[in-house]
């Protein structure tokens, strides 16, 4: 079993076939989205967005306080771990209008899920180059079988050469490349959505609150 094992792994025909996989990948998706699509692998088993949705949720319940209490020009003060909703917290506070928040809303939510699109595309055009380019290392391999059929010592790499490529697309493309895609398009999904709960809510406290009224009444206090 070991020794099978041992013949399965081709330093130079593995590389070989990611090299491959990666130039398909790169003139697909370009270099940044390339470099977006690895960088991704560091929160995929780590990222939580329902526990995300939970503190965003809490943090909402802070933030409605202050604006009864304070005003929208303090809802920055609240304090949370998340970078969307911080940001989000301190455009609620500095916008003149309800009108301004949505638009940036709907603006960083459109270029997120642009962001989150291209990182798996890549990982969607591995999965379907890998097959095909272990097909192509098939060919080869069986182009070498027939072209030294005089010679018998040559016909074992080439026939280890058509079924490792084979092998090692089905593999890239069925274990790694599909399984991190759905992943991905799973953590967006779910990401996606509760911030764009948190935008809408965000809103509607916006609308509900007379910004240039409480505004002035908190400079009067002042």
Request: glycine share 6%; net charge positive; charged share 20%.
């Amino acid at each position: 079993m070991v020794g099978i094992l041992a013949h399965l792994f081709d330093p130079l025909t593995l590389l070989a076939m990611m090299a491959g996989i990666g130039i398909v990948a790169l003139f697909q998706n370009g270099g940044r989205a390339l470099g977006r699509a690895f960088a991704a692998l560091a929160p995929l088993l780590t990222a939580d967005p329902a526990k995300d949705r939970d503190a965003a949720r809490a943090a909402l319940l802070k933030i409605d306080q202050v604006a009864q209490l304070r005003g929208l020009a303090c809802t920055d003060r609240v304090k949370t771990a998340n970078p969307f909703l911080t940001q989000a917290a301190r455009k609620l506070a500095n916008c003149e209008k309800t009108d301004q928040f949505e638009l940036w809303a709907a603006r960083s939510l459109a270029d997120r899920a642009q962001r989150h699109a291209s990182a798996r595309n890549v990982w969607l055009s591995i999965a379907d180059a890998a097959p095909a380019l272990g097909m192509a290392g098939t060919i080869v391999g069986l182009v070498g079988m027939f072209a030294g059929m005089d010679d018998p010592a040559t016909l074992g790499p080439s026939m280890a050469l058509a079924l490792l490529t084979t092998f090692y697309g089905v593999v890239i493309a069925n274990i790694l490349a599909a399984p991190v895609a759905a992943r991905l398009a799973d953590l967006s999904e779910r990401e996606l959505a509760w911030q764009r709960e948190v935008a809408d809510q965000m809103a509607a406290i916006a609308r509900r609150e007379n910004v240039p009224t409480r505004r002035a009444s908190i400079r009067e206090v002042a």
